[in-house]
């Protein structure tokens, strides 16, 4: 394992924050067998010791493709090895190093914004696992080098460009770890089915006790596993498809009001009204009129 690296830190202007995600730090590191770790590049604000670990302002992800080593929180410790990331949080306490018998290689983006707050504090990544495994996974080392040749160039613009790769890497590390907990599973094979089911019957309330009997699976298992696969509940998941097909039906039909709610298997149009409104923030009456074709 060769000794290579490149970081840079980037100065974010208000436009870039305004984007929502900018990034702060790119850069990557052949760390070999028994070097002092952290390496002496990084400015004050993000070397830390092992002794006394360190505390971020920012979020960021460092992706170990090779070798092993450790990572510690304030109340945990976590083994690393290859194909694991790690996810750091503003104002987590943390500290992490190669082991000195194998060294790693780490990839590793800084980024803030108002986007990452709500992705991470209310969102996907609101569990807050620190170590996450992916495994190898070739489009994620492939956005990691497209981030950090941008990084590199500097051209108008690269800031979006990035930022918008990044949120593209989440997406990946989400749905390569959501696959892991479901692949080959007899549940993924009923959420599917459940799925399906759903969108051939839009026409009705679904009762999910029933379905989930239908399906052979307990009824509060069928509803835990649903809302982990799907980030929903099924009755959410049936409604909201429901809801899309009354916006189309709003905007390419001229059925009144009335008849979508009746169509749709609601029980009244004040109740399809009220819940339209819910979801969408407009009434039937307000969505079609903005919609409708000139």
Request: neutral net charge.
């Amino acid at each position: 394992m060769s000794n290579e690296s490149f970081v840079k830190y980037i100065n974010a202007g208000p436009l870039d924050k305004e984007w929502g995600l900018y990034l702060t730090v790119a850069g990557y590191a052949q760390i070999p067998p028994s070097l002092v770790y952290p390496p002496r590049v990084h400015p004050s604000g993000y070397f830390f010791t092992w002794e006394k670990g360190r505390v971020l302002q920012e979020y960021q992800i460092n992706y170990i493709t090779e070798g092993s080593g450790i990572f510690e929180t304030s109340t945990d410790q976590f083994q690393v090895v290859p194909g694991s990331m790690l996810i750091l949080r503003p104002g987590m306490w943390h500290r992490y190093k190669p082991d000195v018998n194998t060294g790693w290689n780490e990839h590793y983006l800084g980024f803030n914004g108002d986007f990452c707050s709500n992705l991470f504090n209310e969102g996907f990544f609101q569990s807050g696992k620190p170590v996450l495994y992916v495994g190898f996974q070739e489009s994620l080392m492939k956005l990691f080098l497209e981030i950090i040749q941008l990084v590199k160039d500097e051209k108008t613009g690269h800031q979006q460009v990035a930022a918008a790769n990044t949120i593209l890497m989440l997406s990946k590390i989400l749905s390569v770890v959501r696959n892991q907990e479901f692949a080959g599973k007899t549940i993924e094979r009923i959420i599917r089915k459940a799925c399906l089911y759903f969108r051939e019957n839009l026409n009705t309330n679904v009762n999910i006790e029933t379905l989930a009997d239908d399906l052979n699976v307990g009824y509060s298992y069928f509803r835990q596993m649903f809302r982990k696969y799907t980030g929903i509940s099924p009755t959410q998941y049936h409604l909201s498809l429901r809801i899309q097909k009354a916006k189309d039906l709003l905007v390419s039909t001229d059925q009144s009001f009335k008849e979508i709610a009746i169509d749709l298997g609601f029980e009244s149009y004040f109740y399809f009204s009220r819940i339209f409104k819910d979801k969408t923030g407009k009434s039937p009456m307000e969505f079609r009129k903005e919609n409708q074709q000139t």
